[in-house]
């Protein structure tokens, strides 16, 4: 048997085209030994290659797939998606030409294959039907296979063309295709005699009304030679329905579960309260609920465990989450009925109160695991969930157990257990010891906690609403994954985030950043482990910080502010390039901090001569440096300590001092590179706002901005693209979860190019705009493939940012919303509703809005204090995580004038299509 491959490809110079696959003739999966493809008409980019199969291979299936190779450096660039698999088993003849398409890695649709789509949105019952065998009197020599998933349940794509079989162009005789392998949808024809060309058209038909609603604008063709067709077999390989509809588009609602309020919560959003926003998600035509990251943060059993991005595990669930009730009732009424008053009571509270919700649910966890627990660890289906989660789940019971023993999460003050190893994590698990019960606790929690989120999980799915979780950038420093496999962290070092709208110094996460070295040995499997878990209960997530997988900014250990990092990893600057650009590089100058007289006052003010006389060396006069008990923001911290015997005004004095000494010690002008074996150097960030780049020469500034402009802007442009390409496609790969990105703040060019490359969407924010030349953007002006909103959890509402600044706003009402008047104090419901109005017009694939914001619209369902909405605020690293929804959902879904608003915004946009 004769296979020929065609495809359409219109290559570069010095590109060829191959094809690997799981038979012998096209390498067997080996892509040095795969076959090359031979240009047909190199005009016109037709390639075409032919394989020669043994009549006793007796082979039913292969798959296969198409790839670019460039001839010079050997880089292949493979087509997108899974490889093909293509069916023979209905097949007979001699000869098999088989028509394929390229499947582009940007083409917009590849979005839905994520389970998002094909999971959710356009899921499908399909009945499969039995297989035709091949004979001599019924032979498949034409099969046409349609892969595309944009199709309502009712309706099916069917097939009209030019020859006797596909009705003569007559719709009325046009043959339905069967989706047996959906999202492929396949036709299998006898033809006693072809004709080239074969001219067709896909059409969709209502399976009920048997009415054909749609059909494509451009006709497709088969092209073949016809004086060799007696013992010919056809194969259409086609991709996607060519719609004149335009793009898909769905919105959606976000909010942090612990924000969700319901009659029946416990002072805080729990799992199963997700299935109420469910509904009220179906009743407005939303498609898609987003949430924060709900991994267990449980360090300290204060309220400042409450920041959801500094997990102590990023397999554990949260305890805070469970619902009670659904875990059963104590045996003792009263204690049960002290915590349904207390439930109550804290229910009724404006804000979480994280210590007493968590202090009550605990005690309940304890009491309940030891009435249940001889029950609990023989069943059955905890079992099965142990064995699937045993490597992180006996890890992050120890780590439990240890942290509440020694009363601190960090590990490195644990004695014998600071260095943990499969024996000892053995031995604090065993089943006899007499501690088990404090260990096995914690796998009571963490099963009840997957079956309570699969539970919403599966709800949301059964009713068509993807559910999007939060992945964040980094790990905690004191956590279970830091514990068992530190080798994969740079433990020296701080992960945090430039200067930019959120934080004029920068940020320090705290967080140790990655050693992708290390990660990539085993293919990051560490990775690939989180999102599967994190699979079972979404369908989409969004990578926070994604510009941290390009590069990390890195803070070294002795310093707090942001404002003293790198870009890690980056090509820095070498000494050399000082002395070509005419600059005289002194270290002490360039990389100590600047320090003269005349600025101390302007930092300190009546606080100066104590700085002096306490922590400055004056060496020349109005000259001086830092004592080396002071030279690190560290040692300025904890020389400065507040003690809870402090007075207020002691405190002001030392926030003073300490706010000062940061500033001083970060007058550089460059940083000392850590990650090179030579004498290279970072620009400071921000440093043209310094008093040490005030006092250089003309010339000396404008060598100093094109040394930082280089290195920022330029220089690691392509090498950071390289490091993004060799961890995301891995980590991407590693579900079918659709992906969305966090790509705010200072954007390598690079960036969306990759983004796009690999199908994750973007984020756009109305007042954080990518472009430099203006101070908003128009939603008109977004990317399809983004998700587009107008505030988020590190931002006010609408409603709080229109009221910090009346000037800003007064231009966002001129120049966005074209209105020239005076532009009101207060963000009135119709100038919300304008705003979200212009997200759900915009070209964005999703327009997801903060909850805060849809209620903003309605002065009836609207919150009185607009500023008490804001979920975070990314300044302050000690900030308390506590906003809750003022309405019940129960209530929300009652308010049937605001819903069908909501869904009539929605329907109007062409955001509401109903698979």
Same mark, same amino acid.
């Given at each position: 048997?004769?296979?020929?491959?065609?495809?359409?490809?219109?290559?570069?110079?010095?590109?060829?085209?191959?094809?690997?696959?799981?038979?012998?003739?096209?390498?067997?999966?080996?892509?040095?030994?795969?076959?090359?493809?031979?240009?047909?008409?190199?005009?016109?980019? !037709?390639? !075409?290659?032919?394989?020669?199969?043994?009549?006793?291979?007796?082979?039913?299936?292969?798959?296969?797939?198409?790839?670019?190779?460039?001839?010079?450096?050997?880089?292949?660039?493979?087509?997108?998606?899974?490889?093909?698999?293509?069916?023979?088993?209905?097949?007979?003849?001699?000869?098999?030409?088989?028509?394929?398409?390229?499947?582009?890695?940007?083409?917009?649709?590849?979005? %839905?294959?994520?389970?998002?789509? @094909?999971?959710?949105? %356009?899921?499908?019952?399909?009945?499969?039907?039995?297989?035709?065998?091949?004979?001599?009197?019924?032979?498949?020599?034409?099969?046409?296979?349609?892969?595309?998933?944009?199709?309502?349940?009712?309706?099916?794509?069917?097939?009209?063309?030019?020859?006797?079989?596909?009705?003569?162009?007559?719709?009325?005789?046009?043959?339905?295709?069967?989706?047996?392998?959906?999202?492929?949808?396949?036709?299998?024809?006898?033809?006693?005699?072809?004709?080239?060309?074969?001219?067709?058209?896909?059409?969709?038909?209502?399976?009920?009304?048997?009415?054909?609603?749609?059909?494509?604008?451009?006709?497709?063709?088969?092209? %073949?030679?016809?004086?060799?067709?007696?013992?010919?077999?056809?194969?259409?390989? !086609?991709?996607?329905?060519?719609?004149?509809?335009?793009?898909?588009?769905?919105?959606?609602?976000?909010?942090?579960?612990?924000?969700?309020?319901?009659?029946?919560?416990?002072?805080?959003?729990?799992?199963?309260?997700?299935?109420?926003?469910?509904?009220?998600?179906?009743?407005?035509?939303?498609?898609?609920?987003?949430?924060?990251?709900?991994?267990?943060?449980?360090?300290?059993?204060?309220?400042?465990?409450?920041?959801?991005?500094?997990?102590?595990?990023?397999?554990?669930?949260?305890?805070?989450?469970?619902?009670?009730?659904?875990?059963?009732?104590?045996?003792?009424?009263?204690?049960?009925?002290?915590? !349904?008053?207390?439930?109550?009571? #804290?229910?009724?509270?404006? /804000?979480?109160?994280?210590?007493?919700?968590? @202090?009550?649910?605990?005690?309940?966890?304890?009491?309940?695991?030891?009435?249940? @627990?001889?029950?609990?660890?023989?069943?059955?289906?905890?079992?099965?969930?142990?064995?699937?989660?045993?490597? &992180?789940?006996?890890?992050?019971?120890?780590?439990?157990?240890?942290?509440?023993? =020694?009363?601190?999460?960090?590990?490195?003050?644990?004695?014998?257990?600071?260095?943990?190893?499969?024996?000892?994590?053995?031995?604090?698990?065993?089943?006899?010891?007499?501690?088990?019960?404090?260990?096995?606790?914690?796998?009571?929690?963490?099963?009840?906690?997957?079956?309570?989120?699969?539970?919403?999980?599966? +709800?949301?799915?059964?009713?068509?609403?993807?559910?999007?979780?939060?992945?964040?950038?980094?790990?905690?420093? $004191?956590?279970?994954?830091?514990?068992?496999?530190?080798?994969?962290?740079?433990?020296?070092?701080?992960?945090?985030?430039?200067?930019?709208?959120?934080?004029?110094?920068?940020?320090?996460?705290?967080?140790?950043?990655?050693?992708?070295?290390?990660?990539?040995?085993?293919?990051?499997? &560490?990775?690939?482990?989180?999102?599967?878990?994190?699979?079972?209960?979404?369908?989409?997530?969004?990578?926070?910080?994604?510009?941290?997988?390009?590069?990390?900014?890195?803070?070294?250990?002795?310093?707090?502010?942001?404002?003293?990092? +790198?870009?890690?990893?980056?090509?820095?600057?070498?000494?050399?390039?000082?002395?070509?650009?005419?600059?005289?590089?002194? =270290?002490?100058? %360039?990389?100590?901090?600047?320090?003269?007289?005349?600025?101390?006052?302007?930092?300190?003010?009546?606080?100066?001569?104590?700085?002096?006389?306490?922590?400055?060396?004056?060496?020349?006069?109005?000259?001086?440096?830092?004592?080396?008990?002071?030279?690190?923001?560290?040692?300025?911290?904890?020389?400065?300590?507040?003690?809870?015997?402090?007075?207020?005004?002691?405190?002001?004095?030392?926030?003073?001092?300490?706010?000062?000494?940061?500033?001083?010690?970060?007058?550089?002008?460059?940083?000392?590179?850590? $990650?090179?074996?030579?004498?290279?150097?970072?620009?400071?960030?921000?440093?043209?706002?310094?008093?040490?780049?005030?006092?250089?020469?003309?010339?000396?500034?404008?060598?100093?901005?094109?040394?930082?402009?280089?290195?920022?802007?330029?220089?690691?442009?392509?090498?950071?693209?390289?490091?993004? #390409?060799? @961890?995301?496609?891995?980590?991407?790969?590693?579900?079918?979860?659709?992906?969305?990105?966090?790509?705010?703040?200072?954007?390598?060019?690079?960036?969306?190019?990759?983004?796009?490359?690999?199908?994750?969407?973007?984020?756009?924010?109305?007042?954080?705009?990518?472009?430099?030349?203006?101070?908003?953007?128009?939603?008109?002006?977004?990317?399809?493939?983004?998700?587009?909103?107008?505030?988020?959890?590190?931002?006010?509402?609408?409603?709080?940012?229109?009221?910090?600044?009346?000037? /800003?706003?007064?231009?966002?009402?001129?120049?966005?919303?074209?209105?020239?008047?005076?532009?009101?104090?207060?963000?009135?419901?119709?100038?919300?509703?304008?705003?979200?109005?212009?997200?759900?017009?915009?070209?964005? #694939?999703?327009?997801?809005?903060?909850?805060?914001?849809?209620?903003?619209?309605?002065?009836?369902?609207?919150?009185?204090?607009?500023?008490?909405?804001?979920?975070?605020?990314?300044?302050?690293?000690?900030?308390?995580?506590?906003?809750?929804?003022?309405?019940?959902?129960?209530?929300?879904?009652?308010?049937?004038?605001?819903?069908?608003?909501?869904?009539?915004?929605?329907?109007?946009?062409?955001?509401?299509?109903?698979?």
């Amino acid at each position: 048997m004769l296979i020929k491959f065609k495809i359409n490809y219109r290559t570069q110079i010095g590109q060829i085209l191959k094809i690997t696959g799981s038979i012998p003739q096209l390498g067997s999966n080996v892509i040095e030994n795969a076959a090359e493809m031979f240009p047909v008409d190199g005009f016109k980019g !037709d390639w !075409d290659c032919i394989i020669d199969i043994p009549e006793n291979a007796k082979m039913k299936n292969f798959s296969y797939k198409y790839f670019l190779e460039d001839i010079n450096s050997k880089n292949r660039y493979f087509e997108w998606g899974e490889n093909r698999i293509i069916d023979i088993s209905e097949i007979i003849s001699k000869k098999i030409e088989i028509n394929d398409f390229w499947i582009s890695s940007t083409e917009p649709d590849n979005v %839905f294959y994520s389970s998002a789509f @094909k999971n959710v949105l %356009f899921t499908r019952k399909i009945q499969k039907n039995k297989k035709t065998i091949a004979t001599k009197e019924k032979n498949t020599n034409l099969v046409f296979n349609l892969t595309d998933l944009r199709i309502r349940h009712d309706h099916s794509y069917a097939l009209v063309g030019n020859i006797k079989e596909l009705g003569n162009w007559d719709l009325t005789k046009c043959l339905l295709l069967e989706a047996n392998n959906y999202p492929t949808w396949s036709l299998s024809l006898d033809i006693k005699k072809f004709t080239s060309p074969i001219i067709y058209r896909y059409c969709i038909v209502n399976t009920k009304t048997k009415e054909i609603v749609a059909q494509e604008y451009q006709d497709r063709i088969i092209n %073949f030679d016809e004086t060799d067709n007696k013992n010919l077999a056809l194969i259409a390989n !086609d991709l996607k329905f060519k719609h004149s509809a335009g793009n898909w588009k769905g919105a959606g609602v976000a909010i942090p579960v612990f924000s969700i309020r319901t009659k029946n919560s416990h002072g805080v959003g729990e799992f199963l309260d997700i299935k109420l926003l469910v509904d009220w998600a179906v009743k407005t035509g939303m498609k898609l609920i987003q949430i924060l990251p709900i991994n267990d943060t449980v360090a300290t059993h204060t309220w400042v465990d409450s920041y959801p991005y500094a997990a102590i595990s990023v397999f554990a669930l949260h305890p805070i989450y469970l619902n009670l009730n659904a875990i059963g009732k104590l045996s003792s009424k009263i204690t049960q009925q002290i915590i !349904d008053e207390q439930r109550k009571m #804290m229910n009724e509270k404006d /804000r979480v109160d994280y210590e007493a919700v968590m @202090k009550i649910k605990s005690r309940f966890y304890k009491l309940i695991y030891d009435e249940q @627990k001889d029950e609990f660890l023989k069943n059955t289906d905890f079992l099965k969930f142990y064995k699937e989660n045993k490597y &992180w789940l006996d890890p992050y019971a120890c780590f439990s157990y240890l942290r509440d023993l =020694f009363g601190t999460p960090d590990f490195t003050k644990w004695g014998k257990y600071s260095k943990p190893t499969k024996k000892i994590i053995t031995e604090l698990t065993d089943s006899n010891a007499s501690h088990y019960d404090d260990i096995a606790v914690h796998y009571f929690i963490q099963y009840h906690l997957h079956i309570q989120l699969l539970e919403a999980s599966e +709800y949301a799915r059964s009713k068509g609403i993807v559910l999007k979780g939060d992945i964040p950038i980094g790990i905690f420093r $004191h956590s279970v994954d830091a514990w068992i496999e530190p080798h994969l962290y740079n433990m020296d070092a701080q992960a945090g985030a430039p200067p930019d709208d959120f934080a004029d110094i920068g940020q320090n996460w705290k967080f140790p950043t990655y050693n992708w070295a290390e990660m990539a040995k085993d293919n990051y499997q &560490w990775w690939q482990n989180r999102l599967k878990k994190m699979s079972c209960y979404f369908d989409a997530y969004r990578i926070d910080h994604i510009l941290g997988f390009f590069r990390i900014w890195e803070i070294p250990q002795n310093q707090v502010q942001g404002i003293m990092g +790198y870009f890690n990893p980056s090509i820095p600057i070498y000494q050399n390039e000082f002395y070509e650009r005419g600059l005289n590089f002194d =270290f002490f100058r %360039f990389c100590s901090p600047f320090i003269r007289d005349y600025m101390l006052y302007d930092i300190f003010g009546d606080l100066t001569d104590f700085v002096k006389g306490s922590i400055l060396v004056e060496y020349e006069p109005g000259k001086f440096y830092i004592k080396e008990d002071f030279d690190s923001q560290s040692k300025i911290e904890q020389y400065l300590a507040i003690s809870e015997s402090d007075t207020p005004q002691e405190r002001l004095r030392k926030e003073r001092i300490q706010n000062g000494m940061f500033r001083l010690l970060s007058e550089v002008l460059f940083l000392k590179y850590p $990650h090179s074996d030579q004498e290279t150097y970072i620009p400071r960030h921000s440093l043209n706002k310094t008093y040490s780049f005030a006092a250089l020469t003309d010339y000396e500034k404008n060598q100093v901005m094109q040394l930082y402009i280089d290195y920022y802007f330029r220089r690691n442009e392509e090498f950071w693209k390289k490091q993004a #390409m060799i @961890k995301l496609p891995a980590i991407k790969n590693a579900t079918d979860m659709l992906v969305c990105g966090e790509d705010l703040g200072m954007v390598p060019k690079v960036v969306p190019q990759v983004m796009n490359e690999l199908g994750i969407l973007s984020l756009e924010i109305q007042r954080m705009p990518k472009k430099t030349d203006v101070e908003f953007m128009h939603p008109n002006d977004y990317p399809y493939m983004s998700v587009a909103t107008p505030s988020s959890h590190d931002t006010s509402t609408i409603r709080g940012w229109w009221e910090e600044d009346t000037s /800003r706003s007064q231009r966002f009402y001129s120049h966005i919303l074209g209105k020239w008047e005076n532009s009101p104090f207060f963000c009135e419901p119709w100038i919300v509703k304008e705003i979200i109005n212009q997200h759900i017009y915009s070209p964005s #694939m999703w327009v997801v809005f903060p909850i805060q914001d849809l209620l903003g619209m309605d002065d009836k369902l609207r919150y009185t204090y607009a500023k008490e909405e804001r979920i975070n605020n990314p300044a302050n690293p000690r900030h308390y995580w506590r906003y809750r929804l003022h309405l019940n959902i129960e209530d929300l879904l009652k308010q049937d004038e605001f819903n069908e608003m909501l869904k009539d915004m929605f329907e109007k946009s062409g955001r509401v299509e109903d698979y």
